[in-house]
């Protein structure tokens, strides 16, 4: 045999190896929590959903406990922003929009693991559907890490890291843009790997980005060794969205433009969600 092809066989071995003790130590993991929300209706044991009392980021919604925003189907869990003009919040606030958002807070939490959700999206300049992590103190003492956030652009996600000293207009943030043929409308696992250390987040098991210790310590305190929860939600406009597309004048919604509106309006805009899973 030619030095060539020793050489291709002995790369080729080695390939196969790595990939098997990968998945070897992928199926030792312990599950924490699993939801693939194969019930009929949200289980209440492990998701509390939120009513807007506290208002952030001049979103536009306000959160209700509906089967109008967020149901399961086939399978997912579908959250679906709904227009209800005038709606009047408990604490007297109007919102045009309503919509849902569920946590563990005091059901499940964790500290260093692996947090994986896997979620397909609609478009619309807009939107902000995320999934993310929250500690259980004031924010943002106790640290923020989002694993997913969109802006109804289907061609990126970001993920973003938030703590004292780096929350809002944090240096921690970076985007991963999708092949035009798989874009955020197409299913994609969204994942953090946490430790000590760092936190590595993977989209479709690929590196996209890493944030350590030493680099959150250069802006302030490393506030992640401590459990987070885990959270869903789909808000609609806000600062982030306006920061995208730029919408704030007269006549339109803050960060959301009248064609997403007219989408809204249609039920043409949801979030998918098939499965969250945190193993360590």
């Not at 309503?98 to 947090?115: H, L, M």
């Amino acid at each position: 045999m030619k030095r060539s092809n020793i050489f291709r066989v002995i790369i080729s071995l080695s390939f196969i190896l790595i990939l098997q003790l990968q998945l070897f130590a992928q199926s030792n993991k312990k599950v924490l929590f699993f939801d693939d929300f194969s019930s009929a209706s949200l289980d209440r044991s492990k998701w509390n959903v939120i009513i807007t009392g506290d208002h952030f980021n001049d979103e536009l919604q306000a959160y209700i406990d509906s089967a109008s925003t967020l149901f399961v189907e086939n399978g997912c869990l579908v959250f679906r922003p709904q227009y209800s003009p005038g709606f009047i919040t408990k604490d007297g606030k109007r919102f045009d929009f309503t919509s849902a958002r569920i946590t563990t807070q005091n059901k499940f939490d964790f500290a260093y693991g692996t947090a994986e959700a896997k979620i397909k999206l609609t478009k619309g300049s807009g939107l902000w559907p995320a999934w993310w992590m929250l500690g259980n103190g004031i924010w943002p003492t106790t640290g923020e890490v989002d694993i997913m956030e969109n802006i109804g652009e289907t061609e990126w996600a970001n993920a973003a890291v938030h703590g004292p000293g780096y929350s809002g207009e944090t240096p921690f943030v970076n985007r991963q843009y999708f092949n035009a043929a798989n874009d955020v409308t197409n299913w994609h696992v969204y994942a953090v790997e946490w430790s000590p250390t760092e936190m590595v987040f993977k989209y479709d098991g690929i590196v996209m980005y890493k944030v350590t210790k030493t680099m959150i310590n250069h802006y302030g305190k490393w506030v992640f060794d401590e459990p987070k929860h885990l959270l869903l939600n789909f808000a609609v406009g806000g600062i982030y969205p306006v920061k995208i597309n730029g919408i704030k004048g007269k006549g339109v919604k803050y960060g959301l433009p009248e064609s997403t509106s007219e989408l809204i309006k249609s039920n043409k805009v949801k979030m998918w969600v098939d499965w969250v899973k945190v193993s360590r």
